[in-house]
C-alpha cells in the first residue's frame, strides 16, 4: 500500500545524510519479483543522492516483526523497515521506532502527512496525532470475478457494470451466486480474515468497534451489523457462499478462482500477477455490495515505514523514509501494474488506471477515498484477531446463531481491549 530525500538533503551536506561514509540498512519481505523492484528504488536513490542504503529481504512475512523486535533488542536492528497493520502497535508500545510527526511536517520531508488518506493511518496515528509510520502498502478489498464461470452460468450483465449504475446490492450478488451454484461451481468462497468479515459489516452501514474503531466490540448490538451476519449465514447455509476453510485440503481460493472453479473471490490487488500469467483467465473487479449500491466503506491491508528510533543516522534515515513514501518514491516502485499496491500517497493514481488491469481498476481508487485501516482496538490486542476467526469459524461450520456468535466475541474481546 517518494522522492524524500531531495526535498530532506536539498544538496546540503552539513546533515551528514548525503555523506560518503553514511550508510544505513531497511528492510522487508517479499518474493523476489517484488525485491527486485525494492532493489531499483533502493540504487535509484543511491546514485540520484550519493548514499549508502543497503536493501535487507526477507522472504516471507511471517516472523517479520519478530525477527526485527529481536534484532531491536539486540541493537542490531535496520534503520528503516516496513511493519504490518498487525504489528505495528507493539513497537509503538515499547518505544523502538521514531515518532515522526515533527519531521514529516519539516521542511525537509519528502513527503507531508496531508498528502495520505485519512483513513489509510490507523494505529500508525495515536489519538493525539503523533504518527509512527507512514503508509506505503495500501490495498482496499475488492471482490474478483471469474468472467467465464458468471457468463456459463447464464448471468448477462457484469457485476462491474451494475456498480457502475449504483445497481450493485447484495441482492444482486445474491441473485448471481444462485445461478453459478446451480452449476455446480463455487459461488463466493468467504475468507475467515476479520478485514473481510467486518467489511460486510461496514458495507451494510453498521459499526464493528465504538469510538471510531478503538474501543469496545459493539456489533452484537448492531442491527445493521447483525443483519449483514445474519445475510452471510443464510447464503452459506444455502451453498451460495462457501467459506473457504472448508475447502479440501490444498486448494486455497485463488486457485479455486484460477481454475475457473469459483466466481468470486475477495482480495486487495496482490492477486492481479498471478491472475495476468494464467492463461485465459477473464477477471475484473467489484467493490463489496452496499445494502444502497453505492460504494461504501471497506477495510484496506496496509503496512507501514518506520524509522529504528536507535539509528545512527536520523537524516538518511529518515531522509530514504520520506523519499520512499512520496510521490516519486511510490511511482517507481509500482509503475508497471504490476500488482505490488494500490499508490497510498495521492496524485499518482494513473499508475493503475492507465492500464487498465483490472478493467475497473477505478474501484480501487474509489474504496480508497473512503476505506479504514484495520480497527486499532483490534491491532493493539496481541491474539485477539485469531480467537474471534475461531469463534466465527464455529457458525460458518457449525450450528451456532448469529447472536450468539457476535455476544461470544464481545463477551472474550470486550475485556482484554486495552487504550490505544
Not at 508500545?93 to 515533527?102: A, G, R, S, V
Not at 519531521?103 to 498528502?115: A, F, M, T, Y
Not at 515505514?305 to 536520523?314: A, L
Request: net charge negative; hydrophobic share 35%; charged share 20%.
Amino acid at each position: 500500500m517518494s522522492t524524500l530525500l531531495q526535498a530532506c538533503g536539498g544538496g546540503d551536506s552539513s546533515n551528514g545524510s548525503n555523506s560518503s561514509n553514511s550508510s544505513i540498512k531497511w528492510s522487508t519481505w517479499g518474493d523476489a519479483n517484488i525485491m527486485e523492484r525494492f532493489h531499483q528504488v533502493t540504487d535509484k536513490y543511491n546514485t540520484d543522492h550519493h548514499s549508502n542504503v543497503q536493501l535487507i529481504p526477507v522472504p516471507a512475512f511471517d516472523g517479520f516483526a519478530a525477527k526485527v523486535l529481536a534484532q531491536l533488542n539486540a541493537g542490531v536492528a535496520p534503520d528503516v523497515f516496513y511493519l504490518g497493520d498487525i504489528d505495528i502497535i507493539k513497537f509503538i508500545q515499547n518505544q523502538t521506532i521514531t515518532d515522526l510527526t515533527p519531521l514529516l511536517n519539516g521542511s525537509k520531508s519528502h513527503v507531508k502527512p496531508d498528502e495520505f488518506f485519512e483513513g489509510a493511518w490507523g494505529v500508525a496515528k495515536t489519538t493525539d496525532g503523533k504518527i509512527y509510520g507512514v503508509p506505503n502498502d495500501l490495498e482496499p478489498l475488492m471482490l474478483w470475478y471469474n468472467k467465464k464461470v458468471l457468463k456459463d452460468a447464464g448471468v448477462t450483465v457484469m457485476p462491474a457494470d451494475l456498480a457502475e449504475s449504483e445497481k450493485w446490492t447484495r441482492d444482486a450478488f445474491e441473485g448471481i451466486l444462485q445461478k453459478v451454484r446451480s452449476t455446480g461451481k463455487y459461488g463466493y468462497l468467504l475468507d475467515n480474515s476479520t478485514m473481510q468479515m467486518w467489511s460486510w459489516i461496514t458495507s451494510n452501514g453498521g459499526t464493528v468497534y465504538d469510538n471510531a474503531g478503538r474501543g469496545s466490540f459493539i456489533a452484537n448490538k448492531d442491527s445493521k451489523a447483525i443483519e449483514a451476519f445474519q445475510w452471510l449465514t443464510d447464503n452459506i447455509k444455502s451453498k451460495n457462499i462457501t467459506y473457504s476453510g472448508s475447502l479440501p485440503k490444498g486448494q486455497g481460493d485463488d486457485l479455486a478462482f484460477t481454475t475457473n472453479q469459483a466466481a468470486f473471490i475477495c482480495a486487495g490487488r496482490w492477486f492481479l500477477p498471478e491472475f495476468k500469467k494464467t492463461s485465459g483467465l477473464q477477471y475484473d473487479i467489484v467493490p463489496i455490495p452496499s445494502n444502497t449500491g453505492k460504494v461504501a466503506p471497506v477495510a484496506m491491508a496496509l503496512s507501514y515505514m518506520v524509522m529504528n528510533k536507535k539509528t545512527k543516522n536520523p537524516d538518511l534515515a529518515f531522509d530514504f523514509l520520506s523519499y520512499y513514501v512520496s510521490k516519486d518514491g511510490e511511482t517507481l516502485r509500482l509503475q508497471g501494474n504490476d500488482g505490488i499496491s494500490t499508490p497510498s500517497v495521492k496524485g499518482i493514481d494513473h499508475i493503475i488506471l492507465d492500464g487498465k488491469d483490472p478493467e475497473h481498476a477505478h474501484f480501487f481508487i474509489d474504496a480508497r477515498a473512503i476505506g479504514y485501516a484495520v480497527f486499532p482496538a483490534e491491532t493493539g490486542t496481541p491474539g485477539l484477531a485469531y480467537d474471534i476467526q475461531s469463534t466465527c469459524e464455529n457458525l460458518w461450520l457449525q450450528n451456532s446463531t448469529v447472536q450468539a456468535t457476535l455476544d461470544k466475541v464481545a463477551a472474550t474481546v470486550n475485556p482484554r481491549i486495552k487504550p490505544v
